[in-house]
């Protein structure tokens, strides 16, 4: 967390810091901060994919009724 938060303030490219945000995301996510990784994730995808995200992290971590929640809810804000 720490390296990606260090890598945040150096000069990147828009690709770059999109990369190391989501792989901070994903810190946040396996580490049980789903309020920190949510914003980061909001930044980049649509709605259902930052709650599909949110699940697949919860799910990682060891909490199946979390991410269940979290599919649940990317479920209702896919279209369609």
Request: charged share 20%.
């Amino acid at each position: 967390e720490e390296t990606l938060q260090r890598a945040l303030g150096q000069p990147l490219t828009a690709d770059k810091q999109r990369q190391i945000e989501q792989n901070l995301a994903l810190v946040y996510g396996l580490s049980g901060r789903a309020d920190l990784a949510e914003p980061i994730l909001r930044k980049y995808m649509p709605e259902a994919a930052v709650y599909n995200n949110l699940g697949l992290y919860a799910k990682l971590a060891g909490d199946t009724d979390l991410a269940r929640s979290y599919l649940n809810e990317a479920l209702t804000a896919s279209p369609g």
